[in-house]
């Protein structure tokens, strides 16, 4: 497709469990961002990417967040020993580069129970 | 603590009316800012951007200005239509050190159309 493809789309999972997050950017575009939208609030910067390398992962909140994206396109964020508070949906957005405006994906939703 | 506020957080208005939402933010240092029309389980996408020197932006029904001296913006939107019910983010953009854009969110404007 043309936009920024994340799946899954939904995934409920129990706390304490890992999970990985997909972000497919647009063709071509070297920097993806990651932000997390909790109910009723305006998405938060997680990371940014510029090409493989993680530019700025500032808004990471702690360390059972990591994000990857080993060949510069596909990201993947991971979340390990979830908890109930991680439940958000995550947006990935992507630019052609750093400063470019940005293109969201349509998020997963992702529910700890 | 960079941050982006709404006002007013809902509104309901009537089909063909016009309306105004506010924004206010203490971004620092400034580089852009946008409105984002995100509907219920989409992303956001972008209306409009304007940066430090621009007063005034338009996109079709969609207006947005911006005061950089007292760090104001709104988006004004006429002859409403039904598919105009969203969330509308006030969204202002810093640079970040590896070259990126961080953007800080506002919490979003709901704005409901009705018959």
């Known amino acids: 497709g043309a936009g920024v493809s994340q799946t899954p789309s939904n995934k409920v999972t129990e706390k304490g469990k890992y999970v990985e997050l997909r972000c497919d950017p647009i063709?071509?575009?070297?920097?993806l961002y990651w932000y997390r939208q909790s109910l009723g609030q305006g998405p938060e910067f997680l990371i940014y990417?510029?090409?493989?390398?993680?530019?700025?992962d500032s808004g990471l909140p702690n360390d059972r967040f990591f994000a990857v994206r080993p060949e510069g396109s596909v990201s993947t964020l991971k979340i390990q020993r979830t908890e109930r508070g991680d439940s958000a949906v995550y947006l990935c957005?992507?630019?052609?580069?750093?400063?470019?405006?940005?293109?969201f994906g349509d998020g997963t939703r992702l529910s700890i129970l | 603590k960079n941050q982006v506020e709404q006002s007013p957080q809902s509104l309901i208005i009537l089909e063909g009316k016009n309306c105004t939402l506010q924004c206010n933010y203490t971004v620092s240092p400034f580089s852009n800012l946008r409105w984002y029309k995100q509907d219920t389980g989409r992303g956001p996408v972008s209306l409009t951007i304007m940066t430090f020197s621009e007063n005034t932006k338009s996109n079709g029904r969609y207006t947005a200005t911006l005061d950089a001296d007292t760090k104001q913006s709104s988006l004004h939107i006429t002859a409403s239509q039904l598919s105009d019910s969203a969330s509308y983010i006030c969204?202002?953009?810093?640079?970040?050190?590896?070259?990126?854009?961080?953007?800080?969110f506002g919490t979003g404007t709901q704005l409901k159309v009705e018959l």
């Open positions: 957005a992507s630019s052609v580069e750093g400063g470019q405006p940005q293109h």
């Open positions: 063709s071509g575009h070297t920097a």
């Open positions: 990417f510029q090409g493989t390398g993680a530019a700025d």
């Open positions: 969204v202002v953009s810093c640079i970040l050190t590896g070259g990126g854009n961080k953007l800080t």
